[in-house]
């Protein structure tokens, strides 16, 4: 064996040694954005539109995009890179990526969360999956601002941290996200409070966060404290004290003092400027206080007051105008008002194709003759696999219907249902 390097090998790994000092010198470029309330953020700068700043930050080795408003932004310092380490020229698939994102940036949705009335509740009406669903509607749409528009008055708090995990983990690096509140209580506020822009209408409300299970028992000792736990990651996730949350929570009062910048302090006690939530009550903000105390960007009757609240000079709401409502309704609105619309439906349905299953079920059990047997078995294989549908559509139909059975245990019941049905035609 050779102790000494060829003059080729040498070389070789001088080439390596160049091109991975090359991509250090690109890996480490960063621009930094200076806010008027002396933060400095660092990252990636997509693009720059009037003012307001889209970023690519890494959070804990994820990266994510973040927006700030001109009016956060004091100035954008760009890294001054030399040619050989950021190319001076793009190809022709960079270009067209960047008039892409450009596009995208005017493009806005509204995703109702709620419809207020019968359809409002959050894990059956307002679901994780169905989020999930509409993300490739909205990407094929160019869309690239999504606005919640939140209007319900709570529902299952299991299916608040999926909500969350779709919102922060899915949505937002993709989209502008906001939130646009007109009722947001309970579940469903403790659902938006992973979005940092968050906005009113005039009669907008948010908070009442308590829990209750059973016959309105109210969720204490461990079972509280978890969700207590669970709540104050989400306030992380939307940039706030968990202070606040824990106010609209548990009675504790909330006060708060705010700064010759604006800034606001927050205690779970009396001794700030402002009393927020007195004691003994529990939190709940209207649209004036919440944009007193900095908890709201702002307060707005419809989508252009909304937009100039956001700081969006140029905006195009996409979809098609529609009696009585104030905004247009896009691809994917519309098939998240279908998703509700259908579910209204099955909730009525599930209770007749159950009756429906049970008494042929029976009529086959009690049944000498093969072929009425049989005709009974297709009768109730028929009404089964409708609740199965109704099950799909939404999954935690299964847990308020089946006695708290989760997903999994469903499908065994399901198992358990054709085996018995297939035993009954031997």
């Known amino acids: 064996m050779h102790h000494t390097m060829s003059r080729f090998a040498a070389l070789f790994l001088l080439a390596i040694v160049a091109f991975a000092t090359l991509f250090?010198?690109?890996?480490?470029?960063?621009?930094?954005?200076?806010?008027?309330?002396?933060?400095?953020?660092?990252?990636?700068?997509?693009?720059?539109?009037?003012?307001?700043?889209?970023?690519?930050?890494?959070?804990?080795?994820?990266?994510?995009?973040?927006?700030?408003?001109?009016?956060?932004?004091?100035?954008?310092e760009r890294d001054a890179a030399t040619p050989q380490a950021r190319p001076?020229?793009?190809?022709?698939?960079?270009?067209?990526?960047r008039v892409s994102t450009a596009d995208r940036s005017k493009r806005a949705a509204i995703i109702?969360?709620?419809?207020?009335?019968?359809?409002?509740?959050?894990?059956?009406?307002?679901?994780?999956?169905?989020?999930?669903?509409?993300?490739?509607?909205?990407?094929?749409?160019?869309?690239?601002?999504?606005?919640?528009?939140?209007?319900?008055?709570?529902?299952?708090?299991?299916?608040?941290?999926?909500?969350?995990?779709?919102?922060?983990?899915?949505?937002?690096?993709?989209?502008?996200?906001?939130?646009?509140?007109?009722?947001?209580?309970s579940a469903a506020a403790m659902t938006a409070h992973c979005i940092e822009d968050i906005y009113f209408m005039p009669q907008g409300n948010?908070?009442?966060?308590?829990?209750?299970?059973?016959?309105?028992?109210?969720?204490?000792?461990?079972?509280?404290?978890?969700v207590l736990y669970m709540m104050e990651k989400i306030s992380a996730r939307g940039g706030y004290d968990p202070q606040i949350m824990r106010s609209m929570q548990i009675m504790e009062p909330l006060t708060c003092t705010i700064d010759s910048n604006g800034d606001v302090k927050w205690y779970n006690s009396l001794d700030g400027e402002h009393v927020v939530n007195p004691e003994n009550r529990i939190l709940t903000f209207n649209a004036v206080d919440a944009e007193r105390f900095k908890f709201s960007k702002g307060t707005a009757a419809n989508v252009d007051?909304?937009?100039?609240?956001?700081?969006?000079?140029?905006?195009?709401?996409?979809?098609?105008?529609?009696?009585?409502?104030?905004w247009p309704i896009s691809k994917a609105e519309d098939i998240n008002m279908k998703y509700r619309s259908q579910v209204?439906?099955?909730?009525?349905?599930?209770?007749?194709?159950?009756?429906?299953?049970?008494?042929?079920?029976?009529?086959?059990?009690?049944?000498?003759?093969?072929?009425?047997?049989?005709?009974?078995?297709?009768?109730?294989?028929?009404?089964?696999?409708?609740?199965?549908?109704?099950?799909?559509?939404?999954?935690?139909?299964?847990?308020?219907?089946?006695?708290?059975?989760?997903?999994?245990e469903f499908q065994r019941w399901v198992d358990e249902q054709e085996q018995m049905l297939r035993d009954l035609m031997r």
Request: hydrophobic fraction near 40%; charge should be negative.
């Open 24 to 76: 250090t010198n690109v890996a480490s470029a960063i621009d930094k954005v200076h806010l008027k309330n002396g933060t400095v953020v660092e990252g990636t700068v997509e693009q720059e539109i009037d003012g307001n700043v889209w970023i690519l930050v890494k959070i804990g080795g994820v990266e994510q995009r973040q927006f700030l408003r001109a009016a956060e932004v004091d100035r954008v």
């Open 112 to 185: 109702t969360l709620g419809e207020g009335g019968d359809k409002n509740m959050v894990g059956v009406y307002m679901t994780a999956d169905i989020l999930k669903r509409l993300i490739p509607v909205l990407e094929e749409e160019n869309i690239g601002i999504v606005v919640f528009h939140v209007n319900s008055g709570g529902g299952l708090l299991l299916e608040i941290q999926r909500l969350s995990d779709v919102i922060h983990n899915e949505y937002k690096p993709r989209f502008r996200v906001a939130a646009w509140i007109e009722s947001a209580i």
């Open 344 to 408: 209204y439906t099955d909730e009525t349905a599930l209770r007749q194709f159950m009756d429906t299953y049970g008494n042929a079920v029976n009529a086959a059990r009690a049944e000498q003759d093969r072929t009425r047997r049989g005709a009974m078995v297709g009768r109730a294989r028929d009404a089964l696999r409708r609740i199965v549908r109704v099950v799909k559509n939404n999954p935690n139909t299964a847990l308020l219907t089946f006695n708290a059975l989760d997903e999994k």
């Open 88 to 97: 001076a020229t793009s190809t022709p698939s960079q270009t067209q990526a």
């Open 305 to 326: 007051e909304l937009a100039r609240a956001m700081g969006l000079t140029e905006v195009e709401w996409v979809g098609t105008p529609r009696t009585g409502y104030l």
């Open 206 to 226: 948010y908070g009442a966060c308590t829990g209750w299970f059973g016959a309105l028992q109210a969720v204490k000792d461990r079972e509280l404290e978890e």
